[in-house]
């Protein structure tokens, strides 16, 4: 079972930023947080990852709360070429075990 | 650099029917291996994953089998095709950051 919920749903301007919510309120100390996105029919496209601390990369920035139950993925000036599903994903890695469990998604819908 | 190659990219096979889909892996050594499939419409299910040669984890019971007979290949296969397994299925790898993905394999089972 996916360890993520995402509103299934969300729109965005073009040009403004794009913050796209995750809890995950069961997730373990070590477990970090993933975001994918997954423009039809390809397959999904790494953007960020993070354990505690706040991360930034040329595509986009992961803020993770204190307590580590929830993140936001912003994506600080969204384009056309953004709308796609974004999946939040815990990484789930222990002993002879490491996955990633996808859930449902959000669908991002940048319009002009 | 690392690359992963899956084939073939689009797949019409009759029910009953066996399939094999190959996944190879350039540029890493002992990669961790994963086969996803996607339904229309839905999200990426995790169908089996494979942390070393030989060893294969399953997910979900299904009518499909996984086998990696070297460290860079996985393969998925069926002995008998159902409807059901028609959909998009994906190869991908990881070490110890981020995943790649291959491109994708779409299957329809008529």
């Known amino acids: 079972d996916a360890k993520t919920t995402q509103p299934p749903s969300m729109d965005c301007a073009e040009g403004r930023a794009a913050n796209l919510p995750c809890n995950h309120s069961t997730i373990s100390g070590n477990e970090y947080v993933y975001w994918y996105r997954q423009i039809h029919s390809q397959g999904p496209q790494y953007i960020i990852h993070?354990?505690?601390n706040n991360e930034t990369n040329e595509m986009a920035s992961l803020i993770i709360t204190e307590d580590r139950k929830s993140s936001t993925l912003i994506l600080p000036h969204a384009t056309l070429r953004d709308t796609a599903v974004y999946y939040c994903?815990?990484?789930?890695?222990?002993?002879?075990?490491?996955?990633?469990?996808f859930g449902t998604g959000t669908r991002l819908q940048v319009f002009p | 650099s690392q690359t992963i190659h899956q084939w073939p990219a689009t797949l019409v096979q009759p029910v009953g029917s066996p399939l094999s889909l190959e996944c190879t892996v350039e540029?890493?050594?002992?990669?961790?291996l994963y086969w996803y499939r996607q339904a229309a419409g839905r999200g990426l299910q995790l169908l089996f994953y494979?942390?070393?040669?030989?060893?294969i984890s399953s997910e979900v019971p299904q009518n499909l089998s996984a086998s990696r007979p070297q460290d860079r290949q996985f393969i998925l296969s069926s002995k008998k095709l159902l409807l059901s397994d028609s959909g998009f299925y994906l190869c991908?790898?990881?070490?110890?950051?981020?995943?790649?993905f291959g491109q994708g394999t779409r299957l329809t089972v008529v």
């Open positions: 993070g354990l505690k």
């Open positions: 991908a790898w990881n070490m110890n950051t981020e995943a790649f």
């Open positions: 994903i815990v990484r789930v890695s222990r002993l002879n075990t490491d996955k990633l469990i």
């Open positions: 540029g890493t050594s002992n990669p961790n």
């Open positions: 494979s942390v070393g040669i030989g060893q």
